[in-house]
C-alpha cells in the first residue's frame, strides 16, 4: 500500500458490492424456497431464513476482522494453518456427527461446523506460500508432486468423510497450477480421463456382431482405438520438443503412444472397480441418471427431474416471488442448499436467471483482472485458487440443477443455505481483498 493511502481507500469496493449483493439475493430465495404462510416473517429465526440472517451478519464481521488482521499473518502461516485444518479433517472422522449420508459435521448443541469448507481456504493458502517461495518452479517434478500432495491431502480426508462432492472441489486447483505455468497437457490429460471414464460406463454391457459370428465388447473396441486417439493427441506435442532426425521422431512417437496405452487400458479396466466398489450407491445411481445408462425418475432421477421441471416452468419472466408452485409444495428436495437455483429459475424465468449467472461471471472476472495486478506472487496465487474454487462451485452447482453434471451434493456460493459454507467463502474473499489493498507492494 502506497504511503499515505489508507485501507479503506486502497479497497476494491466493486468486488464487496457484488458480493453483497449475492449474499441478499440469496437470502432472499432461501426464504422463497422455504416460505410458509405460518411464518411469513423474514426475520424468524426458527426459520432457516432466518438462521441465514445470523450466518449473514456473523459473516460480515469475519469479514471485517479479516480485513483488520495484518496481510503478513498469511504470509507467514499458510502453512500452520493448512496442518491445522488437516487434522481438524482428521477430528472429524473420529469425533463428527453424519449427516446426509457423510461424517463430515462437528455438531455443538444446535451449531453444526463443517471443516471441509474451511479446508478449501487452507489449502489454497498453502498452495499460494509454496509456489510463490523462492527458487520454486511449477516445470520441476519435485515443484508438482508437492503441490499435488498439498492438494491430495485433503481431497483424501474428505473422500474418507463420504463427502465425494466437497472432494472434487479440491480438482478445481489445477486451473491455479495451469497459470503458474503447468502445461496444458495435463489439463488434456484430464479431459481424456474423463472421457475414457464416461465411454467406459456406456460401453460396459454393450456388444458389437461382427462377420464371422464374432462378437467383441464395447470396451475392446474403445481398446483398439485408442492408438489412433493417442497419436492424434501426442505427435503435435512431441514435433514441439526440438529439431530431431525422422528416425528419432517415429522413435519417441512410438515409445509415447504404447506409454500412454498401457496407462489408458490400465485406467479403463480399472473404472468398473472404482464405479462398483468406492463410489457408493446413490453416487453411482446419479451417474447412471445421468449418463442415461439406466432411468430411475423416481428415485437417483427424482431431483434433477423436478429441478428441470420447476426452473422449465418459470419461463422468460418467472412465475413471480413467493409464487413457485413447484417450490411452494416442496417437489424438489434440498432447495434452500444444493437446488437453490431452481428457485431463481421457478420465480424470476429466465431473465432473472441470467442476471444472477451474469453477476457469477462478473464476479469471477473481476477476482481474475484483481489476480492479474498483483505485485505479490502469493497474492497473485492466492487469486486464481479463489476463482478456481467459486468457477468449480458454480458451474456443477447450476450444471446439476439442469441435468448437465451429476448431483454431488455442493452450494452455490453465497446463495445456499449454510453457515459453514458462507463463512468458507467469505474467509477466502476477504483475504484476497486484504492482500489486493497492498498489491503495490511486491512482498512474495
Same mark, same amino acid.
Given at each position: 500500500m502506497r504511503k499515505g493511502i489508507s485501507l479503506i481507500d486502497s479497497i476494491d469496493w466493486g468486488i464487496i458490492v457484488i458480493y453483497l449483493v449475492l449474499v441478499l439475493m440469496g437470502w432472499a430465495n432461501i426464504y422463497a424456497a422455504v416460505y410458509s404462510e405460518e411464518h411469513q416473517s423474514i426475520f424468524d429465526f426458527s426459520q432457516s431464513y432466518g438462521k441465514?440472517?445470523?450466518?449473514?451478519?456473523?459473516?460480515?464481521?469475519?469479514?471485517?476482522?479479516?480485513?483488520?488482521?495484518?496481510?503478513?499473518?498469511?504470509?507467514?502461516?499458510?502453512?500452520?494453518?493448512?496442518?491445522?485444518?488437516?487434522?481438524?479433517?482428521?477430528?472429524?472422522?473420529?469425533?463428527?456427527?453424519?449427516?446426509?449420508?457423510?461424517?463430515?459435521?462437528?455438531?455443538?448443541?444446535?451449531?453444526?461446523?463443517?471443516?471441509?469448507?474451511?479446508?478449501?481456504?487452507?489449502?489454497?493458502?498453502?498452495?499460494?506460500?509454496?509456489?510463490?517461495?523462492?527458487?520454486?518452479?511449477?516445470?520441476?517434478?519435485?515443484? @508438482?508432486? =508437492?503441490?499435488? $500432495?498439498?492438494? *491430495?491431502?485433503?481431497?483424501? /480426508? &474428505? +473422500?474418507?468423510?463420504?463427502?465425494?462432492?466437497?472432494?472434487?472441489?479440491?480438482?478445481?486447483?489445477?486451473?491455479?497450477?495451469?497459470?503458474?505455468?503447468?502445461?496444458?497437457?495435463?489439463?488434456?490429460?484430464?479431459?481424456?480421463?474423463?472421457?475414457?471414464?464416461?465411454?467406459?460406463?456406456?460401453?460396459?454391457?454393450?456388444?458389437?456382431?461382427?462377420?464371422?459370428?464374432?462378437?467383441?465388447?464395447? @470396451?475392446? =473396441?474403445?481398446? $483398439?482405438?485408442? *492408438?489412433?486417439?493417442?497419436? /492424434? &493427441? +501426442?505427435?503435435?506435442?512431441?514435433?514441439?520438443?526440438?529439431?530431431?532426425?525422422?528416425f528419432t521422431m517415429l522413435r519417441d512417437v512410438s515409445v509415447v503412444v504404447v506409454i500412454t496405452l498401457i496407462l489408458s487400458v490400465s485406467f479403463i479396466y480399472s473404472v468398473d472397480y472404482v464405479f462398483d466398489e468406492v463410489l457408493s450407491d446413490h453416487q453411482r445411481s446419479r451417474i447412471n441418471e445421468l449418463l442415461a445408462i439406466k432411468s430411475d425418475p423416481k428415485g437417483a432421477g427424482y431431483n434433477v427431474n423436478q429441478s428441470k421441471i420447476a426452473i422449465g416452468s418459470g419461463g422468460m419472466f418467472g412465475k413471480g416471488y413467493l409464487q413457485g408452485t413447484q417450490t411452494k409444495f416442496d417437489f424438489v428436495p434440498e432447495q434452500s442448499t444444493d437446488f437453490i437455483f431452481c428457485t431463481v429459475g421457478e420465480e424470476w424465468g429466465f431473465l432473472g436467471s441470467f442476471v444472477v449467472i451474469s453477476l457469477f461471471i462478473t464476479f469471477l472476472i473481476k477476482i481474475i483482472l484483481m489476480a492479474e495486478r498483483q505485485r505479490s506472487a502469493f497474492s497473485r496465487i492466492f487469486g486464481y485458487g479463489l476463482a478456481s474454487i467459486i468457477f468449480f462451485h458454480v458451474a456443477v452447482n447450476i450444471g446439476m440443477t439442469i441435468g448437465l453434471a451429476p448431483v454431488i451434493g455442493i452450494p452455490l456460493p453465497f446463495f445456499s443455505y449454510g453457515g459453514s459454507s458462507l463463512w468458507g467463502f467469505t474467509i477466502l474473499l476477504f483475504v484476497f481483498i486484504k492482500l489486493d489493498a497492498y498489491r503495490l507492494d511486491s512482498f512474495r
Open positions: 441465514q440472517l445470523i450466518w449473514i451478519l456473523t459473516a460480515i464481521v469475519i469479514a471485517i476482522a479479516v480485513l483488520a488482521t495484518d496481510r503478513q499473518f498469511f504470509v507467514a502461516f499458510g502453512f500452520p494453518i493448512y496442518v491445522l485444518m488437516m487434522l481438524a479433517l482428521v477430528a472429524v472422522l473420529i469425533f463428527g456427527k453424519e449427516i446426509g449420508g457423510s461424517k463430515s459435521w462437528f455438531v455443538f448443541g444446535a451449531f453444526s461446523f463443517q471443516p471441509a469448507e474451511f479446508a478449501k481456504f487452507a489449502t489454497c493458502m498453502a498452495v499460494a506460500k509454496y509456489l510463490s517461495l523462492l527458487n520454486i518452479k511449477i516445470s520441476n517434478l519435485k515443484t @508438482k508432486l =508437492v503441490c499435488m $500432495t498439498l492438494i *491430495a491431502i485433503p481431497l483424501g /480426508l &474428505i +473422500l474418507l468423510q463420504g463427502d465425494a462432492g466437497s472432494a472434487l472441489v479440491y480438482l478445481s486447483f489445477v486451473f491455479l497450477m495451469y497459470r503458474e505455468g503447468l502445461s496444458g497437457n495435463f489439463l488434456l490429460a484430464g479431459l481424456f480421463a474423463i472421457i475414457l471414464f464416461i465411454v467406459t460406463l456406456v460401453l460396459q454391457d454393450t456388444t458389437i456382431n461382427l462377420p464371422f459370428e464374432i462378437v467383441v465388447s464395447g @470396451k475392446s =473396441v474403445l481398446v $483398439t482405438v485408442l *492408438a489412433l486417439i493417442s497419436s /492424434l &493427441i +501426442l505427435i503435435p506435442f512431441i514435433k514441439n520438443r526440438s529439431n530431431r532426425g525422422g
